[in-house]
């Protein structure tokens, strides 16, 4: 009964929050304020982590694949298509969860709790809007971009690694990179990305919006908001992935 | 005015305001008093639309808010202005912005009309210097005095207050009271101040209602609480000795000024 009374406000909500903008160049700056918050200031860890992973992947396979009758240029194919198609969607989908989504949710909460968002609804603004719209569209752009930066450093990564490693040389790792491409990897894990970046927006602002309570509750909130993205971001890739790839 | 009636308000199935009537004046400082828990904030938000209410009527000009369209709901919203308990300032925005914000938001003014539009109201409250700096960087007077601000700018018909004196000193809390006054007669507005600081009672009661336990107990003015009988209200208005030999002296005071 829970579940869908939280689907149901959920719901309700986003319907508000989709309604047309009553200042659209406020609302323009309040976006280019969030892509900045949400998304560059993601590019950092983003990088970091991609070119960490991008590195483990290849020394992984190199050691599980050290076979003869295994071409080494398979080990760059593998870090490839892992990063195109879970890595740097998926697994990049669950940081941000953690890193944008508990900001949202902290942020909103924290102004449901001072008030902040009764002012604004006193003033004859669409609170809901004002608020979770920008966040939305903000880490909906910016998401697919820092895909891309995930793949594209990710793979550095394994360049730097495999080589430095010994086990795949420099042109092996190339030439398995650009081997057997199959575009539609980027366009079904393109596309994973834009509704997990929907999800990592929208699921914070609800929950942060419906707190009640005082600074423990946004806590609460704040991590119940990555567990509940989390899940749902593992749930709807099962779901892409069996209808996708049927 | 402000006319509520009847009002009836509960939360999960608890009644909280139980049959409300009275009216809020024009150009009056309006005090609604009361024990913490009393229902004074639920009253507040119920008047201002924040929560919706079970029973009763209430009354804008003549109008029943609960009958108005989105549209009109929402043109009234913007004659409404209101200082919450904790300022409620926008984090993100420095004081000027804070004030600006709903200049932004609802008019067509130029920039040079909104600078101004921002000073005058800035220098109303008293509050020179600070534009640049962000609400966690200013004093909790100082907030209430921008919250002041902000909720005037749009030059609004009835200003709301939610305990404006909470977590002040008596010389700030004395200062935000003349305050609130001062623009209450000079605009001509319709005030309704939620408190229970006894030197707002003193000072600025124009009419007060007393509710306990969500009920009205008692209306009537500064002078018109120190001769009443009842009770309840005179345990909670005159709790402390001094308070009490002050409401001797004050009598004395007025029978000294009529005769």
């Known amino acids: ?246 | 005015m402000i006319e509520i009636k009847g009002l009836c308000k509960s939360f999960e199935g608890r009644p909280i305001l139980k049959d409300i009537s009275t009216k809020f004046e024009k150009g009056k400082t309006n005090l609604i008093i009361g024990q913490s828990g009393s229902g004074k904030t639920v009253l507040l938000k119920s008047i201002v639309g924040l929560l919706d209410i079970d029973e009763g009527e209430i009354l804008y000009n003549g109008e029943d808010v609960s009958h108005l369209s989105d549209k009109k709901r929402k043109s009234l919203r913007q004659d409404i202005g209101m200082v919450f308990q904790g300022g409620a300032l926008f984090d993100s925005l420095t004081v000027e912005e804070n004030v600006r914000f709903p200049l932004d938001m609802f008019t067509k003014k130029t920039d040079k009309e909104k600078v101004d539009r921002v000073k005058f109201c800035l220098d109303r409250v008293d509050i020179k210097g600070a534009n640049d700096l962000y609400p966690a960087e200013i004093s909790g007077g100082m907030r209430k005095r921008v919250a002041i601000a902000r909720a005037i700018v749009l030059n609004p018909k009835y200003l709301f207050c939610d305990e404006p004196n909470s977590g002040l000193d008596p010389m700030t809390s004395i200062l935000i009271d003349n305050l609130i006054n001062q623009i209450t007669q000079d605009l001509d507005i319709t005030t309704i101040i939620n408190t229970h600081d006894m030197n707002s009672v003193m000072e600025i009661g124009d009419n007060i209602l007393f509710i306990s336990h969500g009920e009205k107990w008692w209306e009537g003015n500064k002078n018109e609480i120190l001769y009443t009988s009842n009770e309840k209200l005179n345990d909670f208005v005159f709790a402390s000795p001094l308070y009490r030999e002050m409401r001797t002296l004050k009598k004395q005071e007025l029978k000294d000024e009529q005769s």
């Open chain 1, 1 to 246: 009964m829970k579940f869908f009374f939280h689907l149901g406000q959920y719901i309700l909500l986003m319907k508000r929050v989709f309604c047309r903008p009553e200042r659209h160049k406020i609302y323009w700056r309040q976006l280019l304020v969030e892509i900045e918050k949400l998304g560059i200031d993601s590019i950092g860890i983003v990088v970091i982590i991609s070119v960490f992973m991008g590195g483990i992947i290849t020394l992984q396979l190199t050691y599980n694949l050290s076979n003869p009758f295994m071409p080494s240029y398979l080990i760059g194919l593998g870090n490839r298509d892992t990063l195109i198609l879970e890595f740097s969607s998926t697994i990049l989908s669950l940081m941000l969860a953690g890193k944008v989504g508990s900001n949202i949710a902290t942020e909103i909460g924290s102004m449901r709790i001072t008030e902040q968002i009764d002012s604004m609804e006193i003033m004859g603004i669409n609170s809901a809007s004002f608020l979770i719209l920008p966040k939305i569209l903000a880490v909906v752009i910016v998401s697919p971009m820092l895909f891309v930066l995930s793949i594209a450093t990710g793979l550095i990564g394994g360049l730097i690694a495999g080589p430095m490693s010994g086990a795949v040389t420099t042109a092996d790792y190339l030439n398995g990179v650009t081997y057997a491409f199959v575009p539609y990897y980027v366009t079904f894990s393109g596309l994973k990305t834009l509704a997990f970046g929907f999800l990592i927006a929208s699921v914070p602002a609800y929950l942060g919006y419906y707190v009640d309570g005082g600074a423990l509750e946004v806590g609460k909130v704040s991590t119940q908001s990555v567990v509940t993205t989390s899940i749902l971001i593992l749930f709807f890739d099962l779901v892409l992935t069996q209808i996708f790839f049927k």
